[in-house]
Nanobody
Framework: VQLQASGGGLVQAGHSLRVSCVVS????????MGWFRQAPGKDREFVAA???????YYADSVKGRFTISRDNAKNTVYLQMNSLKAEDTAVYFC?????????????WGPGTQVTVSS
């Protein structure tokens, strides 16, 4: 299984950006997908996740501004980011979780840089 994120860039505060993560290998519809981010000097933190059935979950810091979605036909998970703030600046990583019985297995892709200028 391989994950590849894309779509990062430099945007002004208040603007929008969408990042994508394509998964190759395996069975995408079986996976729970998530987005995490890591700002310089900080720990990686949870941003959003989407279950196999499409149910979304968000960190409080992005609730109401970010939307996670998935397209199983394209093996892709998206993160639509609106009303971006300078504090959203980070490297954004996608993560895949698959269960073997009750045991979770996580796979990470390389990140994509999002920079929000104030």
């Amino acid at each position: 299984v391989q994950l590849q994120a894309s779509g990062g860039g430099l945007v002004q505060a208040g603007h929008s950006l969408r990042v994508s993560c394509v998964v190759s290998g395996g069975s995408f519809s079986r996976y729970c997908m998530g987005w995490f981010r890591q700002a310089p000097g900080k720990d990686r933190e949870f941003v959003a996740a989407i279950s196999r059935s499409g149910g979304p979950y968000y960190a409080d810091s992005v609730k109401g501004r970010f939307t996670i979605s998935r397209d199983n036909a394209k093996n892709t998970v998206y993160l639509q980011m609106n009303s971006l703030k300078a504090e959203d600046t980070a490297v954004y990583f996608c993560k895949l979780r698959v269960y073997s019985g009750l045991a979770p297995h996580d796979y990470w892709g390389p990140g994509t840089q999002v920079t929000v200028s104030s």
